[in-house]
């Protein structure tokens, strides 16, 4: 059986992975490896290893691997463990694909014990941008290391293909994350009463919102406060909160939160709702608001209408239900009133079409299993060069 090694460091991206680790767990010809850090063991983000375990995957926890604190130089730190630590689990395992997904920081060092221990790398929504953030630059990093792409648009396969990377090693799959709207992973209205003490009848406003991490003109704390500000004006909404993910000046943001929280019923703080429950909220929003990359890929397939925050997104493919504005008051309220009140608009919202299902059928789980069981494990798929395509050139990409 072909070893699949699988590295999960956050709450959101476990809930990506969750219908491809199922599928590989069922496989016949694969044998999954899962290996947790970063968020999933960290006291201070809600230790979500525990939803790994309720998923019924067997985990390889990777010791005090984990960033103690938001500043550059422990994040640079917390990178190079996971590059020694995954470097022993590499050796001990000897599996036969490292997968993994997005554009988090940690994946340097995953990518580097990997490569130097010439395991093949598949990696998950390569082509994406995100111009706000430093994941812009890991994630095209991570392309140039990775033997194997799983694109979720034909267009990120395109750039990725413009990036010299020969056109059989990419496969427009679609988004993971649509695909478990598509399956129904999602709590209902009364597990989410229960868990959250969350009331879907009553109107509600999703929140997150993350550092852009390349912005130097203004700190997180101050951004988030503009946001809170024009938040005020909608006492009438329940406002559900989650924390930002794990980077530079992700604490003063989590503060900014505490301080708006306290002592507003209305505004309800949470370090995690879990993949099921945040989807089972997003259902029932009236919007999303902020500046998570699940206003964009996930939101649409839900048809609710996103306010996108800033410039952290700025270069993803868009649904027409995604409004984007920049960090002042004035137009976050513009954006919250057409999202919330603007009749034509919100028809318009009802009637989009997600950009990160292409296919229509959400089936990213089965269209990746059919690669990792198929894949020829040999020298010539370590083999890289650079092949820029010719101007004639179609997008024939692997599904």
Same mark, same amino acid.
């Given at each position: ?106 994946? /340097?060092? @995953?990518? #580097? ?5 010439? &395991?093949?790398?598949?990696?998950? !929504?390569?082509?994406?941008? $995100? ?72 109107? /509600?406003? @999703?929140? #997150? ?5 390349? &912005?130097?003109?203004?700190?997180? !704390?101050?951004?988030?406060? $503009? ?173």
């Amino acid at each position: 059986m072909r070893k699949i090694l699988v590295f999960t460091a956050s709450r959101a991206e476990f809930g990506l992975y969750k219908q491809i680790l199922r599928k590989i767990k069922q496989s016949s010809l694969l044998d999954l490896i899962l290996v947790a850090a970063g968020d999933h063991i960290n006291p201070n983000k809600g230790l979500t290893i525990k939803e790994v375990s309720q998923e019924g995957f067997q985990v390889i926890t990777l010791p005090h691997c984990f960033p103690k604190s938001d500043n550059v130089k422990e994040i640079s730190r917390y990178v190079a463990r996971v590059c020694t630590q995954m470097a022993d689990v590499i050796e001990a395992n000897k599996p036969d694909t490292l997968l993994f997904l997005g554009d988090r920081h940690e994946l /340097l060092g @995953l990518a #580097t014990a990997a490569v130097l221990a010439r &395991t093949p790398i598949a990696h998950i !929504a390569g082509g994406e941008s $995100t111009e706000g953030a430093i994941d812009e630059q890991v994630r095209h990093a991570l392309t140039k290391m990775s033997h194997i792409h799983f694109a979720s648009t034909f267009e990120y396969a395109r750039r990725i293909r413009l990036m010299g990377e020969e056109a059989w090693r990419i496969h427009v799959v679609g988004a993971p994350g649509v695909e478990n709207i598509h399956r129904g992973e999602s709590m209902s209205p009364e597990e989410i009463m229960a868990q959250f003490g969350i009331n879907i009848d009553q109107p /509600l406003l @999703l929140i #997150t919102y993350h550092p852009e991490t390349l &912005t130097l003109n203004f700190s997180p !704390a101050h951004k988030v406060n $503009t946001l809170v500000s024009a938040l005020k004006e909608f006492a009438d909404f329940q406002q559900v909160i989650t924390y930002p993910g794990t980077e530079v000046g992700y604490q003063d943001v989590a503060k900014a939160w505490k301080d708006y929280a306290q002592g507003q019923p209305n505004v309800k703080l949470f370090k995690s709702l879990g993949s099921r429950g945040y989807l089972g909220v997003m259902k029932c929003a009236a919007a999303v608001v902020g500046n998570s990359s699940s206003g964009i890929i996930e939101a649409p397939s839900f048809n609710v209408p996103t306010v996108n925050i800033g410039d952290r997104q700025k270069g993803r493919l868009r649904a027409e239900s995604v409004i984007d504005v920049p960090c002042r008051k004035e137009d976050i309220l513009f954006a919250l009133h057409k999202a919330l009140h603007d009749e034509h608009f919100r028809r318009q919202v009802r009637q989009t079409k997600n950009p990160y299902d292409p296919y229509g059928d959400g089936n990213v789980s089965g269209r990746v299993l059919l690669v990792l069981e198929s894949l020829p494990l040999d020298r010539w798929l370590l083999e890289k060069k650079l092949d820029f395509p010719s101007p004639e050139e179609g997008a024939c990409y692997g599904s």
